[in-house]
DNA sequence: CCTCAAGTTTGTTGAAGCGCAAACAACCTA
DNA sequence: TAGGTTGTTTGCGCTTCAACAAACTTGAGG
């Protein structure tokens, strides 16, 4: 489980160099950063819930996080990722009152939470905040359009080359022989976020290791041939039907 | 083509009954109207494209438009209808310069227009403005999330079937025998909804005709047993999978 | 009234990919 | 080190649906 503390005393350079909070005087982030509770969290751990009372809004300091929901049938699907750096449980910023989806850890994680009455206060209080945190959702809200549009016109192949790509790209770190994602994650993962089943991706995965282009043992992938896996999600028929 | 006036002088009650403008007063919607641009637009016609600089937001004061967005290969895929009343390009909610997405009118449309600079200025002085543009940004937020886990988790049938309900839902118009889809669309429409292709919508419609759920012909649509159309679209497995 | 374009229906075919099942491999902990 | 748990691979059958094709219907415009 994950434990709560506010001791010892949280350093300002946590805050000082994310864009939220980028143009605050030192004793604004003191302020802030006295306000909030800090927390470990444990990989696998919920941190809120979809429809549950959005009490309190958290900013992802380390680790990895999956946003989903959960259908009528058991069946979960993963939205987005957030890395660390990010705000979750904004319902605030988009008018709601209640978590609109499920937070859950991918990998352990230490998060800063607030009472989301003092989301009201930073945004009024501090320049740059809810600029910052509008964007952050204009990002989001493009992401869904992009894997709506994927969902809805590609095959489960591109989709799931594009799901690895946008995962390297928002975490991979560099190992010797590729770019590795940064938190484990299994190919049932990997099926929930592209729309197929775990036996399709692992059928992809050992075809793709075959050609080269990733390396993956257990909850661990390494892609080792980013531009050819590109050629995979992106579209290059040749044949470009006019926009008429 | 659509005709661009500002005259006759626009009523204020075009506003004061719409929640962003609810709280103004009489004078501050005099204001407003007067710095708006109205204009009529016909059906099918594009108010703005993706990734064109956002210049102006519109309100739609009457009709449907399309929100959507056009894949490389030149296939069109709906994200969202939008109903009179609401806004849209409010790329400026969201942190963005630019368009996300086209937006085409569905039927012909009537709607007001803002230079985008004067967003941040409603933003400011109109008390309600922001909370409201938010809450509509969170409600197509929800919409997206819907969209994406009806993609990834529904079967063809039951994604039409929940596209027909959302669009009666959204735009339903009583008629003798049932509720009729407010504006013209056509199969090939509802395909770029529900992700298929115009052949299966059209043979899932032939059935449901014969089954007495819906009454279609060119470019109408009447659904004239919602609840059967949602036994349909709703998912009542009675397996229930705990959530573990 | 005729023509044409746009929308719709219907049939046929093939293959993608899901469900099911079983075996296997890696890791955990007792 | 044994035993259990969790993740992964692989094969096979079968359903679903997209692709292709072609005829038909409807409405608009001359």
Redesign the interface.
């Known amino acids: 489980m994950g434990s709560s503390k506010t001791l010892p005393r949280l350093d300002e350079s946590l805050l000082s160099y994310l864009p939220q909070f980028m143009r605050l005087s030192r004793q604004d982030i003191r302020d802030i950063l006295d306000q909030a509770v800090s927390r470990r969290f444990d990989a696998d751990t919920v941190i809120f819930e979809e429809g549950a009372p959005a009490e309190r809004f958290y900013l992802l300091l380390d680790g990895y996080v999956r946003v989903l ?7 979960r ?1 993963i ?1 987005l990722h957030i890395q660390s750096g990010q705000l979750i449980g904004i ?1 605030r ?4 009152t209640e978590y ?2 499920t937070a859950m850890t991918a990998s352990e994680c230490l998060a800063l939470s607030w009472p989301m009455s003092l989301f009201d206060v930073f945004a009024e209080k501090y320049d740059g905040f809810i ?2 945190t ?5 990002r ?3 992401e ?2 992009t ?3 994927e ?3 590609q095959h489960v192949d591109r989709r799931v080359a594009n799901a690895l790509l946008r995962l390297i790209d928002q975490s991979g770190r560099e190992v010797g022989d590729g770019v590795e994602i940064d938190f484990p994650i299994t190919r049932k993962d990997l099926s ?1 976020l592209s ?1 197929t089943t775990l036996h399709t991706v692992s059928r992809l995965m050992t075809a793709w290791e075959r050609d080269g282009i990733v390396k993956s043992s257990r909850q661990r992938i390494v892609v080792r041939n980013p531009r050819k896996l590109a050629e995979l999600g ?2 290059d ?1 040749t044949k ?4 008429r």
Chains 1, 2 share one sequence.
Do not use: F
């Open positions: 929901r959960i259908t009528k049938e058991g069946k699907v939205l319902a910023a988009i008018g709601r609109p989806a600029n910052e509008q964007k952050a959702v204009g989001r809200m493009n869904m359009n894997r709506i549009v969902l809805s016109s929930e729309a992106h579209v028929k470009q039907p006019p926009i």
